[in-house]
């Protein structure tokens, strides 16, 4: 069981962007979203893979959205 991401900031601009981009504000893809920042914190190169329409370009776009 992975322990919960402790970063409140982060995940209160997540789901502001995730509004502000139209999308659906489910608790499955903001621990995705989270999950995606902590993996680039730790790697040097990452790949979003999945099936086609899972939210791969969303999460990415969500986490830039986030940062800037």
Do not use: W
Request: with cysteine; hydrophobic share 45%; charged share 20%.
């Amino acid at each position: 069981m992975i322990p919960p991401i402790a970063n409140k900031v982060l995940q209160d601009v997540i789901i502001t962007k995730i509004d502000e981009l139209n999308l659906r504000s489910i608790p499955s893809f903001l621990e995705k979203v989270l999950q995606f920042h902590e993996t680039l914190k730790v790697r040097f190169g990452v790949m979003l893979v999945g099936p086609t329409m899972s939210g791969k370009s969303s999460c990415l776009k969500v986490l830039m959205e986030s940062y800037i």
